[in-house]
């Protein structure tokens, strides 16, 4: 009866092992659809994919659940009046579309240099919430490069011209985090279509939570 029983119990932890086992190697895709999706970063293709390790957990830079608050407050779902708020999907495809040949997209990673070298979503470059600041020294004359050599604006006496401006997707550390908030609220003031501006409000805390991939800065 006991060997019986023993064998019985080990058996069933075999199952257990080979169910687990089984478990941890289940494919994770973006959608049912979508394993992998590829883009241009630095000049060379890149896969965007998630952690296929079903055992991952989230990266400890972001497990962090009480910052305080101000500086990092919690950011509503609608930032401002016009602006498209997006999940991974979408910035997915904006990525997709902007790798593929779309030069009226421009994905912007608005975190601090120090921030962004730990790792960006690949395709985006990095324009520091700082640079189109002027409370913090961004001068006229810098944010007008950007606005011109970056954004596809034109400046007419003093005016800006939107009409072949490209359209900004923007975001940083996640729904705490007000760099790319505050870069899109001056983009506002600087008159930049709000229907041209996009905001990834999971910034990278969500796009860590789902396993993610991330890439070194572009630029």
Known sequence: MKSK??????????????????AAG??????????????????????????????????????????PCPPFCIQPIVLAPGVETL???????????????DKSILVIDSRTPDWVQKGTIPGAINIPWTSLNPAKG??????AEIMEGRFGAKSLE????????????????????????NNIKNLLKFGYPANKIKWYR?????????????AKPAG
Request: charged share 15%; glycine share 10%.
């Open 5 to 22: 029983l023993v064998t019985t119990l080990i058996m069933a932890g075999c199952v257990a092992w080979a169910s687990a086992s089984s």
């Open 26 to 67: 289940k494919p994770v895709g973006i959608t049912p659809e979508m394993m992998e999706a590829n883009v241009m970063h630095a000049g060379k293709s890149v896969k965007i994919m998630r952690d296929q390790n079903n055992d991952a957990v989230v990266n400890p830079a972001f497990a962090k659940t009480s910052r």
């Open 87 to 101: 999940g991974e999907q979408e910035i997915i495809d904006y990525l997709v579309r902007m790798s593929k040949g």
């Open 138 to 143: 961004a001068d006229p004359i810098s944010i």
């Open 158 to 181: 003093g005016l800006w011209d939107y009409s072949n401006a490209k359209t900004l997707v923007m975001f940083c550390n996640g729904m705490w985090c007000g760099q790319s908030p």
């Open 202 to 214: 999971g910034g990278m805390q969500n796009w860590s939570n789902l396993g993610l991939n991330t």
